[in-house]
């Protein structure tokens, strides 16, 4: 979600042009909430008022691509039209957008108007209403607005929660952002924050902090109790990733809480350093790549057949090392988890293995199966619906859609 500066009447103008004679009544309309113009406002709502169903109803119904005018209002955070639509004429603070499904309080958050924010919460707007899977926490970490994010905090807004169907929380935005300030009062509130801390794959926090090189905010992570022995999906541990994007300071950071990686021959700072500079030449060299692939591919199923789940997971962890674009890695470590019991990183294994393949039906057999093991059976049964359409034939496809039918 991108940081909102483009105001509303600058972003008509690209579209409709400068000649505001020419734009729709109801853009016009949405301008002189922006500006909080009343007077214009009542007259333009006069002027659509064709069936003369008075101003409040046409305020409250009167749209331009899916925003009405209280939207407008939030993004400006104009304070005198905003008291003027809601407590003068009673529009509802919880009514979404129909073009991104954002209520009035998102629109606030979005363009970092605080007092806006401040009175529609004292006017009943709600804190805990999903935008498409954000709540308004991860939208003020995206953004960086610390104080916004500061009073959701007070109002009770949890720095754990994730979005639909991923483990994607304001806390790893504020991370992955480098937002070390929403990071650090986010993990001082204690705000459940420890899950997040030790999240799996791409949304391990420590990881992506280290990869960004963002020194403050590995320090926050460590402080609050961050697993520096959790690695990233690829299988690359945090002070891997600060030796090959971050810092000589960053790996200094993470040495010391570090468990020794059995590959690296000389354990010190120094030495990890050169280590993963020698993996990265090796990365460039196809024949290396390919033979290393196939071995730890060969070993992962052999661990497979024997049921010993772990350690076949390990393997395909470690061939993710050497090809991160290899979406039957993703696949087979996906079952791994199932097999381990791990939903949640049954899952996100399939996603990734989708994103990479979209046309392969065994991506999304896998992240049905994943989505049925959490118990989300409508998510199943769109998932597995698009996998009969790559792959009609598939019986175990069918299997499995007409069981989530029944389960649902």
């Known amino acids: ?11 008509f103008k690209l579209v409709l042009g ?53 939207h407008s209002v939030c993004d400006s955070g104009d ?51 999903q935008h498409k899977g954000l709540s308004l926490l991860h939208a003020a970490a995206e953004g960086g607005r610390p104080e916004i994010a500061k009073f959701l905090l007070s109002r009770g807004a949890r720095a754990d929660v994730e979005v639909e169907s991923a483990p994607f929380t304001p806390l790893f935005l504020a991370t992955y952002r480098g937002y070390a300030s929403i990071l650090k009062m986010f993990l001082e509130q204690n705000a459940d924050a420890g899950a997040d801390v030790n999240g799996f794959g791409f949304y391990n926090p420590l990881a992506r902090a280290a990869e960004k090189g963002l020194t403050e905010a590995i320090k926050c992570l460590l402080e609050a109790g961050a697993n520096p022995n959790v690695p990233d999906k690829f299988g690359r541990l945090p002070i891997e990733l600060a030796a090959e994007y971050g810092t000589w300071e960053d790996v200094e950071l993470l040495f010391p809480v570090t468990s020794e990686i059995p590959t690296v021959a000389d354990w010190s700072v120094h030495g990890i350093i050169n280590h993963v500079y020698m993996e990265v030449r090796n990365l460039e060299d196809d024949d290396f790549v390919k033979k290393k692939k196939s071995e730890l591919k060969r070993q992962g199923a052999d661990a497979f057949r024997n049921e010993d789940y772990l350690k076949a997971s390990v393997f395909y962890t470690q061939a993710l090392k050497v090809d991160q674009f290899d979406a039957t890695l993703f696949s087979n470590r996906s079952i791994c988890w199932l097999r381990l019991g791990d939903g949640k990183k049954a ?25 049925m093991f959490l118990k989300d059976y409508d998510s199943a049964y769109d998932t597995l619906s698009r ?13 499995l859609l007409w069981e989530v039918m029944e389960l649902k």
């Not at 979600?1 to 972003?11: F, V, Y």
């Not at 304070?79 to 009514?95: I, P």
């Not at 994103?355 to 989505?371: D, Q, S, T």
């Not at 996998?387 to 299997?399: R, T």
Request: aromatic share 10%.
């Open 1 to 11: 979600m991108p940081r909102h500066d483009m105001s509303l009447p600058d972003a």
């Open 18 to 70: 400068k000649d505001q004679d020419k734009w729709p009544p109801e853009a016009t309309l949405l301008v002189a909430a922006h500006y909080g113009d009343i007077r214009r406002l009542k007259e333009i709502a006069k002027s659509i008022d064709v069936e003369g169903k008075g101003l409040q109803e046409t305020l409250a119904n009167a749209n331009f691509i899916g925003i009405y005018a209280l």
């Open 79 to 129: 304070m005198y039209a905003l008291q003027y639509l809601v407590e003068d004429l009673n529009m509802d603070v919880n009514k979404p957008d129909t073009m991104r499904g954002f209520t009035p309080a998102m629109h606030a958050v979005l363009y970092g108007n605080l007092p806006t924010l401040r009175f529609l919460f004292d006017h009943g707007a709600s804190l805990h209403g």
């Open 347 to 371: 899952l996100y294994d399939a996603m990734e293995c989708k994103n990479l393949r979209p046309k392969w039906a065994k991506a999304y057999y896998r992240k049905g199966v994943a989505l």
């Open 387 to 399: 996998g009969l359409e790559l792959d009609p034939e598939s019986e175990e496809m069918e299997e």
